[in-house]
């Protein structure tokens, strides 16, 4: 087995014509159909052979110098003027959701070779399943599950006793502990580490003491876990991410977090010990949550809030601290309306004082 | 040798009877003194094998529905109802605490195979301590001083010249860069980078020209550095973590950063370059620290607060820019109260002036 | 060739006299020229063969107490006392510039051994440059082209296709996948990702649904990126990182980002998809920037500002949501004393009313 590495890279595969786009898109086509293109690119740096799109009059301008040989249009930009233009266009209502309908057409996902690589390294009792591919140095510890179909990519870890479902994707230089629990189609990004110890101390002795972590950590079926995000185990609960949620980069799960189904978490965003979270739930970039607090189904958290209090069902909050949008964006709007008229206030109270 | 991979993951060991468990905390048992016990879990999660804990009046609805085998719980929630309840329960002053005691009983630490795995790569010059355990791949430079029973994770890599003291756990994955000087009974977990170069450049000559970095990474006994976290190396001076102080996962520790003793500094929290943090400070999650500041022994600072000048001993800080709690409060709370009164004001300072 | 584990480590050279000192920054020599000094070392820590520096007033009890052999000082704090004071003073008009212009004489880089360590995996096809370090356990995928002189720390990953100029420096347990390509002596520092996929899904049947990335991941020339920082691949235009633009540690950047030349993000910054940032930009601490927008060049933004709209060139923004500084400060300021005043504010309001 050679040692290819690689990250869910798409590669190119076949060009496409106008036409053939026009139609797989249910578009109208216009100038010559048979212009062919084998990439997808920004308008400003697309080529003659490169497909790209305009979504937005603010790119008016990038797509008057467009070298794009193909572009998708809305309807309602298809009266743009470009000079020299793009020598066909497609218009269509929605521009990008096309865009994502001709890319399978355009790419396809790079082959991963199934086996295990000689330099991996699996420990006794591993019971692991059928056409996997594991990857360079990877090293799999005692007692771990896998199933059928599962990626290990170079220089991941698996600790003993593991436990990983079909179809899922560790890319390079991951660690999952033996604490951890994979459900099916889970992706884990290049160096995410999944249930190490969490963050747990009594001050005795003079001295802060670590609390014996024993809870596992849940990962259930789809979910996507971002580059060097961290997600620990429980201490005496367990962590659990539910089905379907998705998390991005740089972001961290504290101990005996419980995440519900089909959640967004964004960069960089950080959930303290103990606090549960609904389905469906939204917290954008950046946005900390206390622990032991709860959020309900659907709700949205604002980039950067800082949430101390439970967040009601199907709420937006944001802010610090954390209240309702509505509320937080009048704070914020009279705060700076304060500011221009303090001098004149403080003039107000001491004459009727 | 094998290739073992694991976290410091508890195992558990032996079941306890009810009856052994009000003995061991000093409780008061009701219910079959002889129902086992295998494993500790939370009320909503438990099985009939099962240890769970009841703390708090928040979780008298899990509680009455747990299918735990026994129940650590409060005198003053000792009198709520389950159907059908627990077989057994041990009533308590500190539910929480009598579970910690209990911990040591039930689990105990994963042994680590002692050795130095036959794919791990020692440099000229090393010299390692006895009872060793050094994981597969991991990679130990030149000039390497590790002490008596360390342990080094599989795939670390620790820099030439790079000192470790007794007792030491490096998780999987970690870096440990040459400037770098650990204590004894350091705990790094998997994927902190220790003793990298700092953020330093000096504007010349129309670019950005690295300060070179000769300070060291200092971090002394039973400090511990979560998952992913990153400290700096000094430029001229030292970093320096003090004894004790526990770092959470993905924090950010600048160059010449000296920290004291025992502090706690929860995740995602950064401190920029050159400041000083006094003993027994507490850091709360996502907190940032200006550099070239100074925190007095035992301070704490709330989560997100940003702290942009010295904070005096002993004080609580919060907001941002950060200033006492007790005004920030304040002026949070005016601020919500103002955007109420924003109309009635301006009308006001209309009809006056 | 050994399997030594290095950061770009400087490593102490020869002596220096406070006599060379003196000629080497043209300064005023007071005390013994025959001094000898082999490091560098903060005021508080030096020993007698250590050069230390005095820039600030704030640190001269420290100077009062040292032990250094030689001290650097300004002119304006050359009066002050020391018992028994340094061996050695040298006074210039700029302490810390001398001290970084001394550097070079006392501290070599590290060399790093050239060749192909034994243990490293290289793909098919790879056309890799002359005089390479590539380190233990590094792995190369398919079709990687490498400039000259480039130096694979140890453990790292290269996804198939990727390419990467001359000079460039991986250091240990780094990943750059297939989409990405490198310019001439760029650094990435331990742990940082480069050309992992972006979060990015439409909601479709119930779930979440990874839009396919395929734009590359662009780091021209000189850029650096810190430990652990990660750099997602474009979905379908590129991210780009420009020339000379130097990242700090767990900082990230969304999918099709672009960042002009020189500028500097420093700790924990996190930039959303898409958004597009121009030349010579600082983004200081922990400041978020939302997906979509532009930074002019030359803008400041202060640490943990919020950023939601966009900024114009050569202006300086803080807060949440961030505005130009000057209002920041004006509205935060009118928040605190707000709270003084509520009070009788609200007794007037009744009153009047």
Redesign the interface.
Known sequence: M?????????Q?IAPLTAAAIAELVGGRLEGSGDTEVR????LD?AEAGDLS?LASRQYALQYARTRAGVVLLSTELAGLKAQPGPAARVVVDEPH?A??RL??H??R??ARPVGIHE?A????GARIGEALAI???A????DVVIGDRTWI???C?????AVLGSDVRL???S?V???ARLGDRVII???A?I???G?G??FEG???R??????RCIVED?V?V???S?I??GS???TVIGA?T?I???V?I?H?VRIGR?C?L???V?V?GSTRIGDGVVLA??A?L?GHISIGDGARIA??S?V?GDVPAGETWS???A?PHR?AL??????????G??R???R??TE??
Chains 1, 2, 3 share one sequence.
Do not use: C, W
């Open positions: 050679s040692s290819a590495a690689t990250s869910g890279t798409e190119a990439r997808v690119a920004a740096r799109f959701a865009l994502l890319l399978p355009l790419y996902e790079a330099t390294r699996i420990g006794r990857g360079a140095y090293v799999i510890g005692e990519g170079e220089h870890v698996i600790g003993s006793g890319h390079a230089g660690t502990y033996g604490p990004q290049t160096g580490r249930g190490s110890d963050f101390y009594t003079g001295e802060h670590r609390i014996p972590h024993v809870g789809d996507e971002g580059a060097n961290t620990d185990r005496v609960d367990d379907g998705k991005d980069n740089l961290q504290g005996n089909l967004l964004m960069s960089q950080g303290a970039g950046q900390g206390a980039a950067q800082g101390f802010g610090y601290p209240r509320e009048r704070a914020s709007a009279a705060t700076f309306k304060l500011a008229m303090m004149r206030l403080e107000l109270l009727r004082e």
